[in-house]
Every structure is written in C-alpha cells, then in structure tokens.
C-alpha cells in the first residue's frame, strides 16, 4: 500500500523458524536472543545508517529480532511507530486468557504469575525466557522512551495498552483494513461460517454446543485449523451435528469466496480479541456477524445494525441468536447492507491509508524529529 503511494519502503525481517537451528546446549543462547539479539541490533544499525528512514513501523520483534533495535532507533532519533497485533508487551502468553478465562494477573500481579502457570505454549522454560525479556525492558523503560509510538487495532485495546502502562499520548487507533476489495454480495447462500484458528480461546466447542440446541436446523460451516481439530472432528461424529463441516485450511481466495456467500458469519471468541480481521472481511463481503459481547469484537459490531452480540461462554444465548437471524432474512440482509457501509467508512485500503500517514506526521512532527 505505502509503495503504491509512491513511498520507499525497505524491509527488515527474520524468521522464528531459525529457533530449528538451535539444539542442546545451543539453545541457551536463545535467551539472550529473546532478549537482546546483538546479531540483529548490529545489522538494523547498518540499514538505518544506509537508508536513513523517516519513520521505522515494526510489527513484531519475537524472538529473533528482540526489543535492541529500538535502542538503535533512539540513538538515531528516528522515530518508531510500532504496531501491536497482540498484548505480548503486558502478557507473556500474548492473550490475557488462560485457562478458558481472561486474566491480567501479569499486569495486576507480576510476570511471576505467567511462569507459575506456563502461560506460553505451555512450557516453564519457555515462558520464563518471555517474561524474562519483558522484565528487562521495562526495567530499561523500552517501552516509553520518546521516540517510541505505539498503534492499537481497537480503542478497546488501546484502553488496555494504556491502563497496562504504556503512556496515552503515544498510542494511537488504526483498525486493520481489507484489500483487494471482495466486493458486496446480496444474494447469499443458505448457510453459516466460522472463519479462525481451531484453539480453546476461540470457544469453537461452545459454536457446536449451540448448534446442537438449534436442532442443527442448517448448515455450518468451520474454516480454519489448529490444536482443537480433532477434537471438534469427534464431536461433529458423537452428536450426529451432519450439516456441519469441518472444512479445515482454505487458500484466502477460496476462504473470502465463502464468507461472501455465507448468510451470516459466527465469531464467539471468549479472550480480549484485538481486531479480528475476520470480521472487517465480513463487513466487506456485506455479511453480518454473530459476535461475542467482548472486547474489540463489540466495538467493532453494532448489535442490531451490523450483526448481534452473545453472552460470551452462553450456548443457550448464541443458539437464541442464531434461531433470529435464520428467521429473520429480511432483516439480515439489512444487516448485511449496513456491514458493507461500515466497511466502505472504515476498512478500505485508502482510508487506512490516510489513517496510517496521519500517524507517521504526528509521530515525526515531535520537537526531536525536528532538530
């Protein structure tokens, strides 16, 4: 999108999949990595220096990249918007959800908590190493030195960037956007579509418990893969759920293709959802969304214009929900017209666009970019 507009974009990135590399006792070494990786502090050091950026926009830095390079930023006063696709800075897990509940004992508490309970992927070694490069840089205040900017999906995560720490004025909202444009579809199919990675806090098994009390009275279909798969599999069998399909990964061609035909699309995640992309491709392909009453996701769905919000965790309440919106098409498709509005206002490529740059300039406009 930046070059389309003419920008110079230079890109930076490394793969966790080089964490294969490390065995034995090599894998100590990934601690330090984690924390502070010379190897790429030393290599970002020769890009600023040969590019010379206005801005750097990072987007993630776990594990092979690690924090160092915002210390390279600093030292050359050129400023960082950094944008957060989960709450990794506050919650080691990256979730606020453990255990099928939101937690913040991590920011209410210590890090401690998370290594108690192995909050990331569930492994002691490798949760303390997370926490331990959290401790470190909010020891050395990475997270709020002055050149540091900070964009949220949501306002409710920025609400919970801010409350968790970092400082207001530096964290700004900018939603995720969908592009190429799917384009509205009015004639829709006759059926349901849950779009997302098959994990506990996705509460998928509550999507069949609801199903199940709809008297599985028309078809689902699951898109996605993950942890959960098998499980799921072998209840679709025991309940008989037969007008549910399990269609697993689908190329993202074939996945917009099936939300566009879809008459109503279900989203029931039980964790602080910070912009479920999901939903924007929803609103685009002008299909309503069934959505939890839970953080980003009700900000995002206007219950009664662009879709209905459930009681997160309630089976009894999403199936009362989807027995409405299966008996009301009328007033699904109108749903459907206002999604594809709200899409149109907010989640374009060129509104983000605009969005995006108005950040750039307020971050670059401070008196130290200036000098």
């Not at 004992?105 to 926490?131: I, M």
Request: charged share 25%; hydrophobic share 35%.
């Amino acid at each position: 999108m930046l070059e389309r507009h003419g920008h110079r974009v230079t890109i930076y990135c490394r793969s966790n999949h080089e964490v294969n590399a490390y065995s034995g006792l090599k894998r100590a070494v990934l601690v330090k990595q984690a924390v502070w990786a010379s190897d790429s502090r030393k290599e970002f050091a020769r890009i600023l220096g040969r590019e010379k950026p206005d801005i750097v926009h990072v987007h993630n830095t776990f594990v092979m990249v690690s924090p160092s390079i915002f210390s390279v930023c600093e030292e050359s006063k050129v400023p960082i918007v950094h944008t957060l696709h989960n709450y990794r800075l506050f919650c080691p897990a990256g979730t606020f959800y453990r255990h099928g509940r939101v937690c913040e004992e991590c920011v209410e508490h210590s890090l401690l908590r998370s290594v108690r309970h192995r909050c990331y992927r569930n492994s002691l070694s490798a949760t303390t190493v997370t926490a331990l490069m959290l401790g470190v840089h909010r020891t050395l205040q990475t997270w709020s030195q002055p050149m540091h900017h900070y964009i949220a999906l949501s306002d409710f995560a920025r609400g919970r960037f801010v409350q968790s720490g970092l400082p207001e004025e530096k964290v700004f909202v900018k939603p995720n956007f969908v592009y190429p444009d799917p384009g509205l579809r009015e004639d829709k199919d006759n059926y349901a579509i849950f779009v997302g990675r098959l994990s506990p806090e996705k509460r998928v098994g509550t999507l069949l418990q609801a199903w199940e009390k709809t008297s599985n009275r028309f078809p689902l279909i699951i898109l996605g893969g993950g942890p959960e798969h098998e499980e799921l599999q072998a209840t679709i069998r025991r309940k008989g759920l037969s007008r549910v399909q399990l269609a697993g990964h689908s190329p993202r061609e074939k996945t917009i293709a099936a939300i566009r035909s879809a008459r109503v699309l279900i989203f029931c995640s039980e964790w602080y959802e910070n912009f479920p992309v999901t939903i924007a491709e929803a609103f685009a392909c002008g299909t309503p969304v069934i959505c939890s009453r839970l953080g980003a996701m009700q900000e995002i769905v206007a219950d009664g214009r662009t879709g209905l919000h459930c009681t997160p965790g309630d089976s009894d309440d999403l199936a009362k929900k989807m027995d409405w919106a299966w008996d009301h098409p009328a007033e699904l498709s109108a749903m459907g017209r206002e999604a594809r509005q709200e899409y149109e206002t907010k989640y374009t490529a060129e509104r983000n666009y605009d969005l995006l740059m108005e950040i750039y300039r307020k971050a670059a406009g401070q008196p130290w970019a200036q000098a």
